[in-house]
């Protein structure tokens, strides 16, 4: 048994203490959004409250205050993913952003009969801006192929990879079955030919400290909500190299260095990725809520959940007519369906007990027409769940499918 103190941690979260339909709510849909610690809601009040100010711009107090807490979470994101510089992390709205910030870049440097490749895991956000692109350069896209299993078919990779391939894109966990990717060998083999990779992060961060220098990854992206930050903010890491080289994103204020009518020269690194008024705020709490969880530890946190993970997908598969989507090397996501059940009716039914779980396609319809089904029960467990509340869910799913079936 491991020693982990989660009721005192659980003390850190208030909304873990509210009720819903009358019941004590559990919250099992982490992977879509992570619970805000009190510590992040303090940060947050304590910005609004005292120093709330644009930051780069005024040289009075408050201005000073705000930068310079904007640029004190900025060190803590790369300290964090070590980044080997400050202005490697670029601040952004979300995963999402992220992506299409580099998708954009790349639209000036592909061109037609490239190939970009992308795993067969993805979430939305990571298909449909390539699908963009290729659309305006001509680039061609392919897909990593995956088992039944839910791995990415690796042979298969290094079989598509060749000297046109220019870029490789891949989720480090996927969040529609939690299955972690082999990314470092798929940046590895990548590199051997030449191509950049984007590693989305998203569902890695919760659960692993990614280091993007050990890595040697070229773009690392996640979004600050899956990590116990607010939402709105997330990071693009980029190597030097490749952010020196990609055209800025959005034109605007913050992001030049001079403006005429004639032409405009671009900020240097960060700057010119940041137009705007950037969600100050948001950044100032993501730089909070990094600390919360280091503080806790990711190897702590991590050990925790898989000890969630192993006691729910046992006592699930008890249950009877179970099946679970992914094997293998996992974060704590359980994908699932009851034989003839629609997993939006479970879902239904367990929220009427307070139970908050995902289901549906996941924003990755490829993978459920992969397995032929509409969509799975996704149950996803933080470092702030209990085994206590697995058993209520347990109980929960079981009176689902006796009402269902
Ligand atoms: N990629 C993955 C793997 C995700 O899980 C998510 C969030 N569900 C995203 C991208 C998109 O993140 P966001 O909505 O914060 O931009």
Known sequence: ?????????????????????????????????????????????????????????????????????YEEARIKVQQHFNAAKPYEIIMTSGTTDSINLVANGFSAILTKGDEIL??????????????????????????IPMFESGQLDMETYTSLLNERTKLVFCNHVSNALGVINPIAFIIEKAHEVGAAVLIDGAQASPHIKADVQALDVDFYVTSAHKICGPTGVGVLYGKEEWLLKLPPYKGGGEMIDQVTFEKTTYAGLPHKFEAGTPNICGVIAFGAALDYMNNIGFETIAAYENELLHYATEKLLAVGDVTIYG????????SFNIDNIHPYDIGTIVDKLGIAVRT???????????????????????????????????????????MLS
Not at 40 to 46: R, Y
Not at 130 to 142: D, H, N, R, V
Not at 327 to 334: A, D, P, Q
Not at 378 to 397: C, H, L, P, V, W
Request: hydrophobic share 40%; aromatic share 10%.
């Open 1 to 69: 048994e491991l020693m982990f103190d989660v009721e005192k941690i659980r003390k850190d979260f208030p909304i873990l203490h509210r009720e819903v339909n009358g019941k004590p709510l559990i919250y099992f849909d982490n992977a879509a959004t992570s619970q805000t610690p009190q510590q992040v809601i303090d940060c947050i009040v304590d910005y609004y409250s005292r120093y709330n100010a644009n930051i780069h711009r005024g040289v009075h107090t408050l201005s000073q205050e705000a930068t310079n807490a």
């Open 118 to 143: 992308v795993s067969a895991l993805e979430h939305h956000s990571n298909i449909v801006p390539w699908q963009m692109l290729c659309e305006q350069t001509g680039a061609i896209l392919k897909v």
């Open 327 to 334: 094997t293998g090397k996992k974060v704590s996501v359980i």
């Open 360 to 402: 549906g396609h996941h924003c990755a319809q490829p993978i459920m027409d992969f397995y032929k089904i509409p969509g799975t029960v996704r149950a996803s467990f933080s470092f702030y769940n209990t085994k206590k509340e697995i058993d209520t869910f347990i109980e929960a799913i079981k009176k689902a499918k006796m």
